[in-house]
């Protein structure tokens, strides 16, 4: 239904200068994608505050729901840098944030929803010179403390930064450094049976197209290297 | 990738050039055909009546004439732009007229109008939507072709036979309630816009479809019980004060026009063709409608059945549809009048259009008077005022598109879109014009808040407190508590009490505790059953030093702090057992190994969702060790280990219930514990201390509802990606069969034995991955079952207890009967609960209606087995919601 209005699930004209992958190939993976970019976040903003925004567009009926969130964090210092990611497990549940979340408030802030290729390791980090986000460095208006709320108190503001940049003190770098959130479910008992053999059980089948197609990407971007 | 800033500027350079590449593309060169698309689905926007003979002629001026494209632009302005369907009408009628010299640039119309050939051509556009069964573009399309009809373009005679196809459907045996529903809706509207002239030429037909479509309506009158936005558990009245029923209302309408032999007072609605003088039919006649058959439903069976030979497939099917209303038959629209009718039907056409875009949606909505005769809303202030005498109804446009929205947001069981469309729907027009649409809003919320006195539904009350949030997080948390301080005078259980506590709670989940605390008045902020005192943190048991098992806690936390192995910790948790099973507790030690180890992993994870995603997936093993009983209390059943497991967490995060909701989930998620074990804990932990409601006698709260919704949802869910999957495999096999059969004729040595043998290619095996995946989908159904089984019965503890049953509710028998209803103003706390345990399952019926029905027979024998043979008001009650749900009551 796009005759007379455009629709607000369509992915943005971003491109992630590291994934290298061509227009063509990266509208494919967007047209199934289940992982947004969320941007404009303030930071002091919570993975709570997030998870119950975009649980409202989750399906578990529908075997949907939020598979994980990934906080973006400031290269140096370890604290939120205003982005994160949201991953589901449907490709319907992200287009419904599209249409129904993105540019609406979280945390008092105007938030922005963009689908995204999927989350891989390194990319919780900021990628600008300061270790924050490339696009806040272009930006040219003064955000205070990019906070929401949580900056203006002044009383609990001191506390709250402490709280703030300890959360992540702990993150990590490197493969299974962000937890995967937890796959669809399997049978648990397997006694013994001949699928063990072949190395890869049958049930397997939808994590291993899942993985199929991030380590194409991979593969491609090994090429282009 | 470490050389940074020259590959940064390649990438902005890069950026920039796609950019371009994307513009261009997305401004394509219009051509003639998809310039007089546009202009028809454009038109109207400036002035309608002005612009209408100015487009017949551009249309008519097009060289060569593409009826295609023409009819295209009807087809998608009708459809996709209801408010302008009275004009497309006027449009089409003035390209009906034959024009002299029609003959100069269009040799093909010579035989026929221009107008004919278009319907000609929109008619095939219409026979695709009836063969898809698009309802809504099929009742779109019958509006449009009953204003062709008073327009006199189409004959009468041939829109007689057109609705009595739809109202023909009513009488199919078995007819699904959607079906019904849509077909007896798509014959109403289009009696209603056309009625007068098809009474003048066949009163008998437009009696007929009138009459079948009040037969239907009384046919399934029961399940109106279930659905209704205000709750009587003791009355079967169908009829409510404050709320209406779409085909209730459609049939009074209809019955009243029809007595009125459809004479209307003043217009109420837009006719602009009446204003042209009546076509000359003379040479080819009206255009006659060809004769429609509406085709039966398709219903792709996959075959799956359950392990007990259940159908497995679920069939979700509508209800009647109730629409509150809020305000006075002034200020908004009575919708058994026809005007008020036509605009609640546009209104909820164009949310339902543009759910693709709420911004626009919202534009759209605000700019709907225009479409309508001038004076049908209150004109702007500042606006010049309505021609005396034209509409004179003088409606609130705010009020009435804010009524609408909230209706379509409070549908039951379900909502047609994710409530949190609605939502921001509402969000986007209070940003458009937030000083008329504002106050809109804020009576809305006061007579909704009124309504929970009198019943409004637990389930709407419970959409209620979520919209309320997510608006008040939009906008400031503007709201004035201060005129609720009166209401903490009432029962703490009191439906308007647990609004105020479960908005403020939502409210604090998408933002902070002391930013939602400081919203509210002195006396809110004290009343720690308002609002808690203290920010929902967690709550680990065994912090403080002077409890007796700090020690034991902190040497568990300390190993899981310093990343530990899985196997490490757990032959620490066994020593503990030994060492701890010495000094007394009064808890099973199982137990309390259980609780030290599950909190302190939960401890770690606290700091945030992805903290505690790390932590089980760590300690993945050790979770999984704990919950099959293995590691501690190889004795103990699984089962109560799980039960402990949920337990020790929901403690945790006592003071955080959304928490409880997402550790729950993710446990579920990594299959430490099956919704079962979920449905379990929450029907034997709705009593006693641990109930983190405080409700002390059997009874579920919203929190307690939406635990069990996590994990009926999860269960259902499972099954429904399983059936995707086996579907797919079996799509693989027959795809790679059908591929070896068209490769026969090469591979012959192979395939020709084969082919004699079985000429219907049924593969003797099945692939091993299809085979484990009807394994899975076997198991997983049985435990959709369960779950579902479970609830039900745990229903029945709460609401029909035997005798012998602990922590009985006295109440639950009480609270239904009619008497007791009235005197709910002295009501207490428990008979509150009572009352809301029965919405709860009220709900759990309705929304899990399409899985209920497939497991009718096994889910009641088993869990209605107490309350057999029972006489009981309760057990009656419970029995006769349950056989609405599942069909059995008529």
Sequence with gaps: MAHVVQALDQPSNYKDSQARVDRSKQNELLSRSTTLYIGNLSFYTTEEQIYELFTKCASPEDGGGIKRIIMGLDRNTRTPCGFCFVEYYTHAEALASMRYVSGTKLDERIIRCDLDLGYKEGRQFGRGKSGGQVRDEHRQDYDPGRGGWGAQAQRLEIERRREVEERYADATEGPGAVAGGGEDWKETEVPGEVTHKRGRSPEDEGDNTRLGHRSRIDDIEAERM | ?890
């Design chain 2, 1 to 890: 990738m470490s050389n940074e800033r020259p590959h940064r500027g390649g990438y902005r350079k890069r950026y920039n050039r796609e950019d371009h590449d994307h513009d261009r593309r997305r401004e394509p060169v219009e051509t003639p055909e998809q310039k007089i698309r546009t202009s028809i689905i454009k038109m109207g926007e400036v002035d309608p009546l002005q612009e209408i003979p100015r487009l017949a002629q551009q249309i008519r001026e097009q060289v060569p004439v593409v009826v295609p494209a023409i009819s295209e632009g009807f087809r998608i302005g009708v459809t996709e732009q209801p408010y302008k369907i009275p004009y497309y009408a006027a449009l089409l009628r003035l390209l009906h007229d034959q024009v002299e010299g029609d003959t100069n640039g269009a040799p093909s119309s010579t035989s026929s109008s221009l107008g004919k050939q278009i319907l000609e051509d929109f008619w095939k556009g219409f026979q695709a939507f009836l063969d898809k069964l698009a309802w809504r573009e099929i009742r779109l399309c019958i509006q449009f072709f009953a204003h062709l009809m008073a327009a006199k373009v189409i004959s009468v005679q041939s829109m007689v036979y057109l609705l009595q196809a739809f109202s023909t459907v009513l009488d199919e045996f078995g007819v699904s309630y959607s079906r019904g529903k849509r077909a007896a809706l798509c014959a109403a509207e289009g009696l209603m816009i056309a009625g007068a002239p098809l009474k003048t030429v066949s009163a008998s037909s437009v009696a007929g479809i009138i009459n079948a479509i009040q037969m239907y309506n009384e046919s399934i009158v029961t399940s109106k019980f279930l659905i209704q936005p205000m709750m009587s558990l003791c009355s079967d009245a169908t009829s409510l004060d404050n709320a209406d029923e779409l085909l209730d209302t459609a049939l009074i309408l209809l019955k009243s026009l029809e007595a009125s032999n459809f004479a209307e007072s003043s217009p109420a609605f837009p006719r602009p063709y009446l204003e042209y003088p009546d076509p000359e039919n003379t040479t080819s006649g009206p255009f006659e409608l060809p004769s429609i058959l509406v085709p039966p439903e398709v219903i792709e069976l996959d075959g799956l059945a359950t392990d007990a030979g259940e159908d497995a497939q679920i069939k979700k099917e509508d209800w009647p549809e109730y629409y509150l209303h809020l305000f006075d038959n002034t200020i908004t629209p009575d919708p058994t009048t026809l005007p008020g009718f036509i605009v609640r039907s546009n209104l909820l056409d164009i949310i339902d259009i543009f759910e693709v875009n709420r911004k626009e949606c919202a534009r759209l909505l605000l700019e709907y008077p225009k479409w309508n005769i001038p004076g049908t809303f209150k004109p702007q202030p500042g606006a010049p005022a309505a021609e005396e005498g034209l509409g004179g109804k003088d409606w609130q446009l705010e009020s009435t598109i804010i009524e609408t929205i909230l209706g379509s947001l409070f549908i039951l069981p379900d909502p047609s879109a994710k409530s949190v469309y609605q939502i921001s729907l509402i969000t986007e027009l209070c940003k458009l014009s937030p000083s008329t649409v504002g106050p809109a809003v804020g009576k809305s919320i006061r007579k909704l808040y009124n309504a929970l006195s009198d019943g409004l539904d637990t389930e709407i009350a419970r959409r209620f407190a979520e919209w309320f949030a997510v608006h008040m997080s939009n906008f400031g948390f503007q709201w004035v508590w201060k005129e609720w301080l009166p209401d903490l005078a009432l029962t703490e259980q009191h439906p308007k009490r647990a609004f105020m506590r479960r908005a403020l709670e939502f409210e604090m989940r998408l933002s902070y505790h002391d930013r939602i605390l400081k919203t509210l008045p002195e006396p809110m902020q004290l009343d720690p059953t308002v609002i808690s005192d203290q920010a929902p943190g967690p709550d680990f048991e065994y912090d403080e030093p002077t409890h007796p098992h700090h020690d034991a806690a902190q040497s568990v936390l300390n190993l899981l702090r310093g990343r530990s192995k899985a196997d490490e910790v757990m032959s620490h948790l066994d020593s503990l057992r030994d060492t701890l099973e010495i000094s007394d507790t009064h808890m099973n030690i199982d137990t309390l190994i259980r609780f030290i180890a599950v909190q302190s992993l939960l401890s770690i994870g606290s700091r945030s969702f992805s903290h505690l995603l790390n932590a089980i997936e760590r300690y993945l093993p050790l979770l999984r060790g704990l919950a099959n009983g293995g590691i501690v209390g190889a004795g103990s059943g699984s089962s109560e280990a799980k039960q402990d497991i949920l337990s020790a967490a929901a403690a945790f995060w006592k003071r955080n219930r959304q928490m409880v909701n997402i550790v729950f989930d993710k446990l579920m998620q990594y299959q430490i514990v099956d919704p079962t074990d979920v449905v379990a804990w929450t029907f034997t932990n709705v009593a006693g201390d641990s109930h983190l409601s405080g409700m002390r006698p059997l009874s579920l709260s919203a929190f307690e509802w939406d635990l069990l919704k996590g994990a009926l949802d999860k269960a259902n869910g499972r099954v429904m990606i399983s059936r995707r999957k086996v579907a797919a495999l079996r799509k693989e096999e027959d795809d790679t069969i059908a591929r070896a059969k068209a490769s026969g004729g090469a591979d012959v040595a192979s395939m020709e034995v084969d082919a004699d043998a079985k000429p219907d290619e049924t593969p003797a095996v099945e692939s091993p991955a299809l085979v484990t995946a009807l394994k899975a989908f076997t198991s997983l159904t049985r435990e959709q079952k369960a779950a579902l089984s479970r609830t039900l019965e745990g229903f029945v503890s709460c609401l029909a207890p035997s005798v012998s049953d602990m922590h009985q509710n006295p109440h639950a028998g009480k609270v239904i009967t009619q008497d007791a209803w009235d005197g709910r103003a002295n009501w207490n706390a428990d008979e509150w609960n009572a009352w809301e345990t029965w919405g709860w399952y009220r709900h759990y019926c309705r929304v899990y209606s399409p899985y209920l029905r497939n497991y009718a027979t096994t889910l009641s024998t088993v869990a209605f087995a107490k309350i057999e043979g029972s006489t009981e008001p309760p057990a009656e009650l419970m029995k006769k919601i349950w056989n609405i749900t599942t069909g059995q009551e008529s």
